[in-house]
């Protein structure tokens, strides 16, 4: 069935850095835009990152710029969010989320990784 | 950057009708797509575009929107509708999306 799957999370430090990645299967990934969206505990969802279907575009939230990056390998059908200097703040369960048409709706969601920063 | 507006808390009684809102000044020009999250459960897409159900979402829901306010409707509310609601959409650069602070409903 159409499905995604984060992996990655963990607790890491303030400053540290970790990657994550959203395994996609059952539709052809490499047709599909791709987010990541953020909720941390207690709190509403927040967006975080958005890349084209060939990965020629990429865009971030305020928040995250300069410290994410997103990208994906159409041939391992994975999306992955690099996420450096990581800050207390940046707390929170990260969703995989497929894009149904250009920044028109999040159709398909994983269950979300969740990443603590504490020292 | 630009906001997305929502009441933090609705309640309906069983069966009737509820309506959520989300205002901000990006709805002027983009669409508004709505998702419905239970506890501990990742988020449920229910309306997008002009008002569009995917597959598998009741049709008691329904899209609308008007000026700068896009709305949720809920026709005959049931216990399982139960839970937080929030409005995405573009920001004014086009390029971005936000959420709206979310909605919970209570179904009484």
């Known amino acids: 069935q159409v499905q995604v799957v984060e992996s990655g999370g963990g607790v890491v430090q303030p400053g540290r850095s970790l990657r994550l990645s959203c395994a996609a299967s059952g539709f052809t990934f490499s047709t599909y835009a791709m987010h990541w969206v953020r909720q941390a505990p207690g709190k509403g969802l927040e967006w975080v990152a958005v890349?084209?279907?060939?990965?020629?575009?990429?865009y971030y939230a305020d928040s995250v710029r300069g410290r994410f990056t997103i990208s994906r390998d159409n041939f391992k059908n994975t999306l992955y969010l690099q996420m450096n200097s990581l800050r207390a703040e940046d707390t929170a369960v990260y969703y995989c989320?497929?894009?149904?048409?250009?920044?028109?709706?999040?159709?398909?969601w994983g269950q979300g990784t969740m990443v603590t920063v504490s020292s | 950057s630009s906001e997305l507006t929502q009441d933090p808390a609705v309640s309906v009684a069983l069966g009737q009708t509820v309506r959520i809102t989300c205002q901000g000044d990006?709805?002027?020009?983009?669409?508004t797509s709505w998702y419905q999250q239970k506890p501990g459960q990742a988020p449920v897409l229910v309306i997008y575009g002009r008002n569009n159900r995917p597959s598998g979402i009741p049709d008691r829901f329904s899209g609308s929107s008007s000026g700068d306010t896009a709305s949720l409707t809920i026709t005959g509310a049931q216990a399982e509708d139960e839970a937080d609601y929030y409005c995405n959409s573009r920001d004014s650069s086009g390029n971005h999306l936000v959420f709206g602070g979310g909605t919970k409903l209570t179904v009484l």
């Open positions: 990006s709805l002027r020009t983009y669409y």
């Open positions: 890349i084209s279907y060939d990965g020629g575009n990429k």
């Open positions: 989320a497929r894009d149904r048409q250009w920044l028109l709706a999040f159709d398909i």
